[in-house]
């Protein structure tokens, strides 16, 4: 199928934008490109998630920040998604003999907020399916696309084969990006992938009496040096607890008696909280999961491709700004359309030369943070500064 206008007088507005990938960066573009009048083909590989039981995901929750509320503000999608988040004012230090510290996010009334990644999302397809010139093709998985004719092969659910070609495309299909594959065989393009040692894995604290089983309205963090565990708050009232940990530390936990025994020692405010049973059933219920940080320049091919989000620039989530800097990269490029007359031969350079510092700066910070965090393990103080102030 042949999407493309293939016509240089053509005004920019017929011409067709393909977003691959209609995670929450790709969803968010859609509604961007055809605010603009471009018609836009979403291609997602997953089947659509507004009709799914499960919806997989890297993470149940995640802090929607300024710098993320501006680029949705932008498509009108800003008071839908914060009247859906929950505000965080502050965070809540756990110390190990139980005693709660709040720390402020900044000045009164000033907060982040916790958002359902599955809802956010849902949302996004939606607004992007409102504008009449947006088509949302789910089970479309990129297999390859030819950086010579713009061509892109997708594979259907049932196996077919289908061939796809767009003016543009933007490839918003996260870490492991099928779009970046064929960036990676060019002349000059800088990349590097960097796996941490820890892992992570989600478990639920549940409502004590229909209530929240601890304060709403802030970021509970457990600092433990080498270990830290989070939760943030969810609409249903229960908190999604996040638990980083080396692997080779989740590997030493193999029953559910050591569970309770490594809570018992660094989280035993937590047992009651979680309950010991579900503690047992859900720390095994899933793997923990890896976190890698991806950097790469440049961003664009020619003017045919670009990327953004996680597939420009997957960071490991210790400053929470992943998503928040890959709404921002929507914001930005936008602006550059602005300013360049939507020319993609002039837009596309221009946001790799305005965007690739600002992510990478993103990048180093949330990874600095990290090796910060294990090499001062035997400084609580400053650890616990350096826990606190990024999260
Ligand atoms: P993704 O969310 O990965 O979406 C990519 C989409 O592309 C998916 O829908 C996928 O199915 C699709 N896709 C993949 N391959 C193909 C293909 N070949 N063809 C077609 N479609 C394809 N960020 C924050 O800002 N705040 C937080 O608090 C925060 N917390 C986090 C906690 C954890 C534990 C982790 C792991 C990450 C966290 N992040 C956070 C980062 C955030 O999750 C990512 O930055 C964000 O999901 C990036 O969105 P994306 O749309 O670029 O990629």
């Keep these: 199928m042949d999407y493309s206008t293939n016509d240089n007088k053509s005004i920019s507005k017929k011409k067709v ?22 018609q836009v083909e979403v291609f997602e590989s997953r089947e659509d998630i507004r009709q799914a039981k499960i919806v997989k995901g890297r993470s149940i929750n995640l802090a929607l920040s300024h710098r993320g509320r501006q680029a949705l503000k932008q498509v009108g999608m800003e008071d839908t998604i914060v009247s859906k988040g929950i505000p965080m004012h502050s965070r809540m230090i756990h110390s190990l ?3 709660q510290s709040p720390i402020p996010y900044g000045k009164k009334g000033q907060y982040i907020l916790s958002v359902d990644r599955a809802n956010l999302n849902k949302e996004l397809l939606s607004a992007a ?25 997708f594979v259907r659910a049932e196996g077919a084969k289908e061939e796809i070609q767009a003016d543009l495309i933007v490839g918003c299909d996260g870490a492991f990006s099928a779009i970046r594959k064929q960036f990676l065989r060019q002349s000059r393009f800088n990349y590097s992938q960097t796996y941490i040692p820890h892992g992570y894995l989600e478990l ?16 509970h963090i457990w600092p433990r040096n080498t270990f830290m565990m989070i939760a943030l708050p969810n609409l249903d009232k229960t908190f999604t607890c996040t638990l980083f940990m080396p692997f080779e530390e989740f590997e030493k936990v193999t029953t559910g008696d050591q569970v309770i025994k490594f809570f018992q020692k660094y989280f035993p405010d937590a047992i009651p909280l979680i309950g010991a049973e579900a503690l047992k059933r859900d720390y095994f219920h899933l793997p923990a999961q890896a976190m890698v940080s991806v950097k790469c320049s440049p961003y664009h091919f020619g003017d045919k491709c670009v990327l953004m989000g996680d597939a420009a620039h997957a960071v490991v989530p210790f400053y929470g700004q992943g998503m928040n800097a890959g709404f921002e990269d929507c ?32 990048a180093d910070l949330a990874m ?24």
């Design 129 to 153: 399916e409102t504008y009449p010139n947006t088509n949302l093709n789910f089970a479309h998985k990129l297999l390859d696309w030819s950086t010579e004719t713009g061509a892109m092969t």
């Design 368 to 391: 600095y943070n990290y090796v910060e965090m294990r090499a001062h393990v035997n400084s609580k103080w400053f650890l616990f500064r350096k826990y606190v102030d990024n999260f």
């Design 17 to 38: 934008v393909a977003v691959v990938g209609g995670g929450l960066v790709g969803a968010l573009n859609a509604c961007y490109f055809a605010k603009r009048g471009f």
């Design 97 to 99: 003999n139980g005693t």
């Design 204 to 219: 639920t604290m549940p409502p004590i009496n229909g209530e929240f089983a601890m304060k709403p309205n802030y970021l």
């Design 331 to 362: 914001l930005v490029f936008n602006e550059i359309m602005d300013q360049l007359n939507e020319d993609f031969s002039a837009v596309l350079p221009e946001y790799t030369r305005v965007r690739v510092p600002d992510d990478h700066a993103i």
